[in-house]
Nanobody, 116 residues
């Protein structure tokens, strides 16, 4: 049974920082590309950052320079370090594990709220 469990979401003031974690089980973590997505009320789910099996990273323009994605294959965990948070970063953040377009899994989400 595949499980992706996110943690680290919280209420934070603008300019603050958070680190999200996503612990995976039930998959061979190292062969999956991992990603963080977010969805704000009334909006579609959007890509925030992703990291390939080899560690190559990719970011949405809105978070470049502020967010950093990383992975620890020994711990089956992917992280999202978020700095200089803005109210527009408020959303539910979801972890994704992708092996292919037909083989991918989602976590349950963690709420990030940034107050102005």
């Amino acid at each position: 049974q595949v499980q992706l469990v996110e943690s680290g979401g919280a209420l934070v003031q603008a300019g603050g920082s958070l680190r999200l974690s996503c612990a995976a089980s039930g998959i061979i973590f190292s062969i999956y590309a991992m990603g963080w997505y977010r969805q704000a009320p009334g909006n579609q789910r959007e890509l925030v950052a992703r990291i390939s099996q080899g560690g190559t990273t990719d970011y949405a323009d809105l978070v470049k320079g502020r967010f950093t994605i990383s992975r620890d294959n020994a711990k089956n965990t992917v992280y999202l370090q978020m700095n200089n948070l803005k109210p527009d970063d408020t959303a539910v953040y979801y972890c994704n594990a992708m092996l292919s377009y037909s083989v991918n899994f989602w976590g349950q989400g963690t709420q990030v709220t940034v107050s102005s």
